[in-house]
C-alpha cells in the first residue's frame, strides 16, 4: 500500500518573487502568513543599497506547498 503524504503550505519571504537566490544558502519558513509578514521588516538591506542603476528588491511574503522528496524519486 502506498504511503499517505500531506501537502503542507509553508510561507517565506522572497525577494523578486524568488524564495531563494544564488547566493542565499537557506532561508526561513513560516506556517502563518501572519508570523512571515510580522518579521518581514526586520531585514531592510535596501537601505544600503549601493548600485543605484539596478532596482530596489522587492520583498514579499509568498506561500508554497511542500511535498516529501520521496514523490519525486524513481
Request: with cysteine; hydrophobic share 30%; net charge positive.
Amino acid at each position: 500500500m502506498a504511503k499517505k503524504f500531506k501537502f503542507r503550505k509553508m510561507y517565506f519571504h522572497c525577494r523578486d518573487g524568488k524564495v531563494i537566490a544564488d547566493n542565499v544558502q537557506m532561508t526561513n519558513a513560516y506556517r502563518e502568513r501572519k508570523d512571515a509578514e510580522a518579521t518581514l521588516g526586520y531585514d531592510d538591506g535596501h537601505k544600503m543599497w549601493d548600485d543605484k542603476t539596478k532596482p530596489i528588491p522587492k520583498r514579499t511574503v509568498e506561500g508554497f506547498y511542500l511535498v516529501h522528496e520521496s514523490l519525486f524519486e524513481k
